[in-house]
């Protein structure tokens, strides 16, 4: 995975074959945990969103961010949840994709790519058909924008300064349910 500072990033990855990472609610907030133990000490995260079979974060890159070290971090907070998850559903053998995805999103220019990255996670849930509102689905970000909750895992001053985001809880909602196509968002990454 490679990484640089002061860059934006779309990490995810998803279970193996597709098949189910999070079980039930517990393994959830297990997973957020430990985000906020391996990942946050790298990386500003601007929004996420968990999904039964795949997870999403947007982060910007702190200026002391180290690429090797971020990505062992990764892959030992992924091998803990792993390792977790096998002796509660009495399984084996990996869970996740071999290689989880950092794809730095054009925004030297323009911050739209990356707005649209913000979005475009936020409304997975609904795309997915689990949910038909946005702020029904608990593991995302989007309820803490929206003010539904006050989470801080993450950096919403810093999200709402570097993508131009409506600070009026109204607009912000409004701005969300804005449909994105997922393709879009590719042509953005490096």
């Known amino acids: 995975m490679r990484t640089e500072p002061k860059k934006f990033y779309h990490l995810y990855n998803r279970g193996n074959n597709k098949q189910t990472i999070f079980f039930n609610r517990g393994n959830y907030l297990h997973f957020l945990r430990k985000i906020r133990k391996y990942v946050r000490p790298h990386v500003q995260i601007l929004s996420y969103c968990l999904m039964p079979n795949h997870f999403h974060f947007l982060i910007f ?14 892959r030992i907070m ?10 509660q559903e009495n399984r084996s053998g990996s869970l996740f994709r071999q290689n989880t995805k950092a794809k730095n999103i054009l925004g030297s220019r323009s911050y739209r ?6 979005y475009y996670i936020h409304q997975n849930p ?18 803490d924008y929206a003010g539904f909750r006050n989470g801080t895992l993450c950096n ?12 009026q809880e109204e607009k912000f909602y409004a701005a969300s349910y804005r449909s994105i196509d997922p393709w879009q968002i590719r042509k953005f990454y490096m």
């Open 78 to 87: 992924l091998s803990s949840y792993t390792q977790g998850i096998n002796n």
């Open 156 to 167: 919403k001053k810093l999200a709402i300064k570097l993508l131009d985001l409506p600070d």
């Open 113 to 118: 790519p990356v707005l649209r990255c913000f």
């Open 61 to 74: 890159s702190n200026n002391n961010f180290s690429s090797e070290k971020f990505s062992e971090d990764i």
């Open 126 to 143: 609904v795309k997915a058909n689990l949910v038909s509102n946005l702020e029904d689905w608990e593991f995302s970000s989007f309820p």
